[in-house]
């Protein structure tokens, strides 16, 4: 069993910059792919990006590549979301989850084990 916790969320003006911090006790994280998933109101939840178990290979959603980036601190069991230049539409809230079994990265099914998520804000 993995337990994760989100926190960074925040309200943040647009251009802004925020950092997500994804905690994970229980078994360690090094095992795991990990991912960051996000859910506006009145939208299915979408892959925003996703880092491999050494770290060595990440995948960013379209819509944030260039302005995000994953990382992890596998020593800290932490999984890291560096947000930059912050859009409105970026406004959600942000899940980290785990995938033991390394499948597909951007489908929400694959993982098995997520936070209970952190509310990101941007005002125009």
């Known amino acids: 069993q993995v337990q994760l916790v989100e926190s960074g969320g925040r309200l943040v003006q647009a251009g802004g910059s925020l950092r997500l911090s994804c905690a994970a006790s229980g078994r360690t994280n090094s095992r795991y792919q990990m991912g960051w998933f996000r859910q506006a109101p009145g939208k299915e939840r979408e892959f925003v990006t996703a880092?491999?178990?050494?770290?060595?290979?990440?995948y960013y959603a379209d819509s944030v590549k260039g302005r995000f980036t994953i990382s992890r601190d596998n020593a800290k069991n932490t999984v890291y979301l560096q947000m930059n230049s912050l859009k409105p539409e970026d406004a959600a809230v942000y899940y980290c989850a785990a995938d033991y079994n390394g499948g597909s990265y951007d489908y929400s099914s694959e993982y098995e084990y997520w936070g209970q998520g952190t509310q990101v804000t941007v005002s125009s």
């Open positions: 880092i491999s178990r050494s770290g060595a290979t990440t």
